[in-house]
């Protein structure tokens, strides 16, 4: 399909003027590009080795925000933002999806919607022989695609299913300690995108269910995989998981106690099962449970009271986990048995995590892995400059600093880059999707 152009209007010859007019600039942009493709923006008809800078206002998770970034035109007179560098503005380098994760919020606009939705972007072009603007939409679920809100007993989220007959493999996906759906809405379209179909379940901060991280039941996932497995347009068999944060944890122990679980992916991931969350910060009793006994956990915070962690202020929550990694006494007995997972496993981190130290609690569960003879691959994929945005849809604005968390009201730094956990989200999700793809069938 031809992608639609926006031509702006050449300015009239002056009488008596003769000879060939230079091309008026001219934006054209993809059409109809998925969220996560890397699509670039092509101004043409521009003074070759002239600067040109172009602006994205674009409306994200109910706010406007806004890029900018200068390039210079090469010799046909053309910018592609794909190919092209970047040399000022909100971001440098060669980056497709730059003039999206480099934006910053310039003021509230709308409550956002779950699942969100498209990126309307408007586009402005200065260039030496003229303005141009246009404007286009990136989609989070492809064409022929659906969304459905799902109310049972036992299972809550939503449902993003694959256009086309199926069957389709299938993944049940889950965040970390914000409660409600948070990230998972914004994944379920995309691999729905991408040819999964995916349930997105909440676990606990929503109607109907926990107000704290305290005491879920792994029971929670079963039922959002069998809720799959139960449909006709659903390979039979077995699903993915996918868990983020503290979801990581609730992804690990179903892959380890639930015979409907065939592969994992865990992002920003602890191979330690840690203690329960309230609104008061981390409270000395489990967060998981299974079959109405607690599964056991590590206390935040080392030997002192779990309590008195420090969970407030704008400071690294990292270091409240540090001394108890660096005593295995503390936390031996609340390492996840991985080795017990019946299907490969996929984890992604930033190295430079400050929320917690998300490498480290990765080698851990590595480790248990060689020593017990798991047989099937685990890969990790870590990333120097990434922190615990790194991990996720690409082509959305990365924040890494501090922002209030939805459960507990705290101050938290998530740390990396902003560019380095762009390049993390860039490489990692496309290896997550052929990962979950290829594990799922």
Known sequence: MTAPQLHSDAPPAREGQSGPQRSHPRITVPSRPLIDEPAGIVISGCAPGRSVTVTASSLIDGFAHEATATFTADRTGMVDTARHPSTAGSYTGTDPFGLWWSATPAGPVAHAATPPGPVTTRLRAETADGLVTAEFQRHWLAAGATVTEVREPGVRGIFARPAGP??????????GSGGGLGLAAAWAPVLASHGLATLAIA??????????????????????????????????????????????????????????????????????????????????????????????????????????????????LRAAFEPVLADPELFEHAVIPVEDIRGPVLFVSGEADTMWPATPMTRIAEQRARDRGFPHPMVHLSYRDGGHTCTGVPGTPVVTEVRNHPLTGGRYSFGGTRAGNAHARADSWPRVVAFLREALG
């Open 203 to 316: 676990y606990f901060g929503g109607p109907g269910l926990p107000d704290a991280l305290v005491g879920i039941e792994v029971e929670v996932v079963e039922r959002g995989a069998r809720w799959l497995l139960q449909r006709d347009d659903v390979t039979p068999g077995t699903v993915g998981v996918m868990g983020a944060s503290r979801g990581s944890e609730l992804a690990l122990w179903a892959g380890a106690l639930l015979d409907t679980i065939g592969a994992v992916a865990a992002f920003a991931p602890s191979g330690v099962s840690w203690a329960g969350l309230d609104a008061g910060g981390p409270v000395d009793a489990p967060a998981w449970t299974f079959a109405g006994r607690p599964l056991p956990y590590a206390p935040v915070g080392g030997r002192a009271k779990v309590a008195q962690a420090p969970t407030v202020g704008p400071v690294a």
């Open 166 to 175: 199926g069957p389709f493999p299938g993944v049940v996906v889950f965040a």
